[in-house]
């Protein structure tokens, strides 16, 4: 593959949509990328120009007008025409034909934000000034400019850009090789964890899972829901907790404990199924609120009330929501629970955001000096979760040891991780781990943000699951509320609701892992292999599943050039 350890990479495919550049801002999501693949904005004036190095073409915006309504490639844009095939000629039309309803309010929120800001600089890099210098605070201009007219359109923003737009050419072919190369790198991945999947099925025990147990559906176990309202006075935190537990609590053998903490901008009610399947089956699991950093505050930044997507101390008040949560279900096990709460060996799973908490948890370490690399003096690269992860620069630089010892095995999906831990901060990584991943994930993109960052894993107990398909997982956008009119097809390739298939293999191993690694029973192991991923595994989601064994067949391909 083309990729290294530390690869430069962005999102997958520049070339199907430009509206997928990260998930956490609504408004700025769907604008912005537009611009990449538009490649251009533009002035007041009435001309745009293309630097590709020394030379330079200069089209004008009426030509740009009449081609989107029209089709009709007038002289002084057939020069730039060609540079472009027919392919991409239809591409530029049809972005330049791109027509959007968006809240000023909401986008000016975004681009002032800390990472808006970031990401302006970024696509200021392509997108300059006069002088050729950055050109991120005129293109913040044009775009508030253009949603303030309701009539967000390409060529408003260009006609709405304060001065000469300078389009770096060199810039831009740059970022379209890291698309392409990640897609490719992507293809071939799945291509070689498919390779690996059958033949470590092929070559592993025979057993027929239809014997045994299908740990898709739901358990026999009765269970009930509390609701906590946990107050930490040391933080002046408040934050809920939706606690399901067993019916029958009176029973001789303890509960198994597993904490799952959601991603950024999520309800408690996301990963219901995964509570509900695993307490079924008779674990207590507790699902949590981050207050800085969940639905409710993502939706008063959308309104206007807060000023960042979320709160800088998010990085540290995250895994101490967690340990706070575990004390104070100690304090409860002895006055309430009778004690039955299995406290010294607590599980935990989180996803995105939480698969970042964590991993904190299980003993992850911030690596400011790979952040430093990474994000300075700005984002080289367009992977969307950098734009999160880079903001923890901004914490003092110090050594924050955020492990608790009573969690001891660990299931992540979609984390975001390869900067702000990196290879040295995940060595600190000790307990087992179940990693869940998805191709078709454009916020933590499945090469950079997953699979390296497994391999450096130092662990033997650790597992790969990869869902061919699988976007960044169950996040239903239409719960947003005050976000005028959006394009649910360009959103549904970052984001959407799992489907029930992809849904049933999470609940599976996850079933699968924690009864092997909480209840250590061995018998569970045997659904932790290639040969369980290939009988459950339906078109059009396919499994792939990698053990540190198998995972040493994919290393010599990840490092090809």
């Not at 004008?60 to 007008?65: I, Q």
């Not at 895994?319 to 629970?337: A, H, S």
């Not at 996803?351 to 948890?361: D, I, K, M, P, V």
Request: with cysteine; aromatic share 10%.
């Amino acid at each position: 593959m083309s990729s290294k350890i530390q690869p430069n990479f962005s999102i997958k495919r520049q070339r199907k949509t430009k509206k997928r550049m990260f998930l956490w801002l609504l408004p700025l999501v769907l604008l912005t990328t537009s611009l990449v693949l538009v490649n251009f904005s533009a002035k007041a004036a009435e001309q745009i120009h293309f630097n590709y190095g020394f030379l330079k073409i200069s089209v004008s915006l009426t030509a740009l007008e009449t081609y989107a309504e029209t089709g009709k490639v007038e002289d002084d844009l057939r020069l730039y025409f060609l540079l472009l095939d027919a392919e991409n000629q239809k591409k530029l039309r049809n972005v330049l034909q791109f027509n959007l309803k968006i809240n000023p309010m909401q986008l000016s929120q975004g681009l002032y934000s800390p990472m808006g800001e970031k990401l302006l600089q970024y696509l200021g890099e392509m997108i300059q000034t006069q002088s050729r210098n950055n050109g991120a605070i005129a293109l913040r201009e044009a775009l508030i400019k253009t949603a303030e007219s309701q009539d967000f359109t390409p060529i408003n923003i260009l006609q709405n850009f304060p001065g000469e737009v300078q389009f770096n050419i060199l810039k831009i072919l740059a970022v379209n090789r890291e698309f392409s190369a990640l897609l490719e790198d992507t293809e071939k991945l799945l291509a070689e964890v498919k390779q690996i999947t059958l033949t470590a099925a092929s070559t592993e025990e025979k057993i027929d899972f239809s014997t045994l147990p299908d740990l898709r559906q739901p358990g026999n176990i009765s269970f009930y829901q509390e609701t906590l309202t946990l107050n930490d006075k040391s933080r002046n935190r408040q934050f809920i907790v939706n606690l399901y537990l067993p019916s029958n609590q009176i029973q001789t053998q303890t509960i198994p404990v597993i904490i799952l903490s959601p991603g950024l901008a999520a309800k408690l009610s996301q990963w219901q199924h995964l509570a509900i399947h695993l307490a079924s089956h008779g674990f207590a699991v507790a699902k949590i609120q981050h207050p800085g950093s969940d639905f409710n505050h993502f939706q008063a930044f959308l309104e206007g009330k807060e000023t960042e997507i979320f709160k800088l101390r998010e990085f540290i008040n995250r895994p101490l929501d967690i340990t706070y949560l575990l004390d104070e279900l100690e304090r409860r096990n002895k006055l309430q629970y009778q004690g039955k709460l299995n406290l010294k060996n607590v599980g935990m799973a989180g996803q995105s955001f939480g698969a970042y908490t964590t991993l904190a948890l299980a003993g992850a370490k911030i690596n400011f000096a790979q952040l430093k690399q990474d994000c300075l003096p700005q984002i080289k690269s367009l992977n969307p979760s950098l734009f999160l992860q880079c903001r923890a620069l901004e914490l003092p630089q110090k050594n924050y040891d955020l492990r608790d010892k009573r969690i001891k095995s660990v299931l992540i999906m979609d984390p975001v991780n390869s900067s702000i831990f990196g290879k040295s901060g995940l060595s600190h990584i000790n307990i087992p781990i179940l990693w869940v991943a998805g191709s078709e994930d454009q916020l933590t993109p499945v090469v950079i943000e997953q699979v390296y960052p497994f391999t450096w894993l130092p662990v033997t107990e650790k597992y790969f699951m990869l869902t061919k398909g699988a976007k960044h997982l169950d996040f239903n956008i239409t719960e947003i509320q005050n976000v005028e009119s959006v394009d649910d097809n360009s959103l549904n390739q970052l984001v959407s609701a799992s489907s029930p298939v992809i849904k049933s293999y999470i609940d599976a191993f996850s079933l699968a892992f924690f009864r092997a690694y909480l209840e250590n029973n061995s018998d569970y192991l045997d659904y932790l292999n290639s040969s369980y991923a290939v009988a459950i595994s339906e078109e059009p989601y396919t499994l792939g599943f990698l053990s540190a064994s198998t995972v040493e067949k994919l290393i010599p391909a990840l490092a090809k050039d």
